[in-house]
Structures are given as structure tokens and as C-alpha cells.
């Protein structure tokens, strides 16, 4: 049966655990998986790549990205812009691999609109404690940047109801399977096989015309 790509977006609070989470996704089933790369207007971390885990652009090139039309989405996060070109995700879809989008929920909201099949994931750590101290044990940010990046999660909780799954990362490695059940799991939804069922209702048309 052919395989359609699904596309998925993960949110989820700075520091809960979602870039992580899509490194292991992706290691563990390559084949599988294609993660977008984002374009932004933020600094890169240390060990951060231009063209891997970002496409940092200043602010100027972000603007006329926008202009041409370039990006599915894109929001202001914490001071800065950040958006999802339209091309590398077109490419990974037809080639029939699952594309995630991990970006934050003003995006998430903009992507479901566009395409409605699109699935969506949220990801929390198990307390709001456990979210601080690995913000802080990231090693990261200033103290005033993990300040605005809680406050951004106490707003970002209140959409959390819009997503369609709820994943808690407690323990990695269960986390890294369970996402991934769910996410083949959407691959059985009826609508996504509407191809696969209009062809097996006109053959069994078929067949029993032949007796
Ligand atoms: P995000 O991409 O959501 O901002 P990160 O993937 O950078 O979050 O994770 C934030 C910090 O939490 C990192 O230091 C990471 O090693 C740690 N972390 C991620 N998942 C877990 C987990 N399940 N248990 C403990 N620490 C975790
Ligand atoms: P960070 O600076 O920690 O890498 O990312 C900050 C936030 O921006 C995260 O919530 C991340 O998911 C989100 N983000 C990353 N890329 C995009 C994007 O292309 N579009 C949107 N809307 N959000 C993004």
C-alpha cells in the first residue's frame, strides 16, 4: 500500500524536552522521519549549525523571506522571529516521509489552518518544577531569558487543549516510543486511506460480479 508522509507538528514548553526528544526520534527510525529546519532571527547556541539545527538569518533577510513567500509559517517568539520554509517540506512529504515541525503554538494554530490534516503533538514535562530545572540545567540562557521563556509557558499552557496529544517526557526513552506509536498509529485513520478503500470497494465489486 502506498505511504502518504503525515505531517506532525511538536510543541511543547522551552526546556520540556522536544529537541531532544526529535533527535532520538530521528535516530532511532531515519527511514522514517524527516525533521524541518527552521529559519530564525536568534543567535545560535554553542554547537548550534547553521543549516542543522537552524537557518539563522538576520532580521532584514527574515523579512523579505516572508515577502516571497517563502515560509509555511512563521511567529515572533521571545523577541525574535522564527518560521518554516515551504520547500523542504513539500520534498519530504512526496518522497512519503512523516515531516515534523517542532515550533511553538501561534505557528502549530497557523499550520493547522493551512492543512487540517496536519497532527498535533504536545509536549510537557511531568511538573512545572522539573520544566525550571531543566531550563536551568540546559545551561543555555540567562537568568532573564529563562524568566521570560516560564512566563512564555504560562501563556502557551492555555492552548495546550488545541493539541491533539498530550505527551509527558518523563522517562526518554518510553517518551521516544510512545510518540512514535502514535504517530504510526495516524497512519490507520480512515481518511488518510481513502485511496486504499475506494480500491478495494470496487474490487470487491469486482469479485463478486464474477461468480
Ligand atoms: P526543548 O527543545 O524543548 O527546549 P531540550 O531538548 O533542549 O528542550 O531539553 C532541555 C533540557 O532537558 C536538556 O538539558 C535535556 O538534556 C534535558 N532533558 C530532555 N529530556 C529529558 C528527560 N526525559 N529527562 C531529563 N532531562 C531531559
Ligand atoms: P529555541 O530558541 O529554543 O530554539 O526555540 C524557541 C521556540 O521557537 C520553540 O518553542 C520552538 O519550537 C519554536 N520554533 C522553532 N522553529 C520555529 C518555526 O519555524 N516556527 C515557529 N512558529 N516556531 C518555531
Not at 524568566?147 to 518510553?174: F, K, Q, T
Request: include cysteine; aromatic fraction near 8%; glycine fraction near 8%.
Amino acid at each position: 500500500m502506498e505511504k502518504k508522509g503525515i505531517l506532525i507538528v511538536v510543541s511543547g514548553f522551552s526546556g520540556s524536552g522536544k529537541g531532544t526528544l526529535m533527535k532520538e526520534l530521528l535516530k532511532r527510525y531515519p527511514e522514517t522521519y524527516a525533521l524541518s529546519i527552521s529559519a530564525t532571527t536568534r543567535q545560535p547556541r554553542e554547537g548550534e549549525q547553521d543549516g542543522r539545527e537552524y537557518f539563522f538569518k538576520t532580521k532584514e533577510e527574515f523579512e523579505k523571506m516572508i515577502a516571497k513567500g517563502e515560509l509555511i509559517e512563521y511567529a515572533r517568539y521571545v523577541q525574535n522571529y522564527y518560521g518554516t520554509p515551504c520547500d523542504y517540506v513539500e520534498k519530504k512529504l512526496a518522497e512519503g516521509r512523516d515531516v515534523i515541525l517542532e515550533i511553538e503554538i501561534q505557528g502549530a494554530l497557523k499550520v493547522r489552518e493551512a492543512f487540517p490534516e496536519t497532527v498535533l503533538l504536545f509536549v510537557t514535562p511531568p511538573t512545572a518544577a522539573e520544566l525550571k530545572s531543566r531550563l536551568v540545567g540546559r545551561g543555555t540562557e540567562t537568568p532573564d531569558v529563562i524568566e521570560s521563556r516560564m512566563n512564555r509557558a504560562c501563556e502557551e499552557a492555555e492552548g495546550m487543549d488545541r493539541y491533539d496529544y498530550l505527551i509527558v517526557n518523563d522517562d526518554l526513552d518510553e517518551c521516544v516510543e510512545e510518540m512514535h506509536r502514535i504517530i504510526q498509529g495516524e497512519h490507520c485513520r480512515s481518511f488518510r486511506n481513502a485511496k486504499f478503500m475506494k480500491e478495494i470497494k470496487e474490487d470487491l465489486e469486482r469479485l463478486k460480479g464474477e461468480d
